[in-house]
């Protein structure tokens, strides 16, 4: 079986090369190259260190690794579509949409057509039932990364490959310590990838620029100060408002006034809800979908975390309506809805928070 597996110097990547070559498979390691290093303002984002220690992975295990330039394509893909849905007041997830559109999307277009695999660091797996193939959540739960793949496609699922789903993150720590490999005590990489060491409001501010508006008090109406944009703020946002006698949390955004609303207090109840509505759903696997004219129990997440929330899904026209068992926080709209099994065994497949 030819092997693809997409290295990035980190930690889980690399352990991917130690167990694929212990399944007796000698992989072509890729290294995607993303950050937009050529962009003005990204010389602090370099590569260099990556491709270091992806190269010297390469060269212990013996195995070729090619180098592959999709900085274009991730641009045109899902750095626009980050600014994009931040010019709309929204909340976007570039690296949901990096799985879908580059790793398994550009990179398959592009060298992936000759491999039977394409083999990722992803804390997930693939379940494969009666010839169907489903996205299935890793054994490490608190590290089960299903919620960046809920938008991949069914033909992408089938040809991914997760090595090391059945790996606590302590038991890829240690490998990576036994086999002296250089990212065994690297950070797990936090933030946005494409931005590197660039402050996400500088580039939020470089590309769509600042639209200054009242801070409101959402139950009382006073006015507490002024925003600089409303794309510099998400729903459930509590730190970075520089607003005395907190807490406070950013509870709602009128883009037509161009006014935050906050709430004050440890736990406002303004930032509750327990109805959630998605747009644009996407099934991974379309086989058997039940009939959601009537509400279907399920599993749920509204961001990467590693509790599951539980409700109901029904569709009603042209959106999903999730109704939670109990009130959930800081539902902000263009972040994915990720809805899973009743059994939290397999991902279903996302739409977007509305």
Known sequence: MNIAALVSGGVDSSVTIPVLKEMGYEPVIFYIKIAMENEPGYMDCPSEEDIEITSWIAKKYGLKMEIVDLQKEYWERVVSYTIDTVKKGLTPN???????????????DNYGKDFDRIATGHYASVIEKEGQFYLGTARDKKKDQTYFLGQITYAQLSKAMFPIHDLWKKEVRQLAEEMKLPSAHRPDSQGICFLGKINYNDFIRKYIGENPGEVVELETGKIWGEHKGLWFHTIGQRKGLGL????????????????????NGHDPIAQYSDKILLSDFHFINKINIPDYSSPQRINFKIRHQAEFNSGTLAKDREVFVIQSDEAISGIAPGQFGVIYDEKKKICLGSGVIT
């Open 94 to 108: 570039p690296d949901v949409m990096c799985n879908r559109l580059i790793k398994f999307g550009s990179f398959e």
């Open 244 to 263: 005395s006698q907190g807490p406070w949390f950013v509870v709602k955004k009128d883009m037509e006034e161009n006014v935050l609303y906050i709430s």
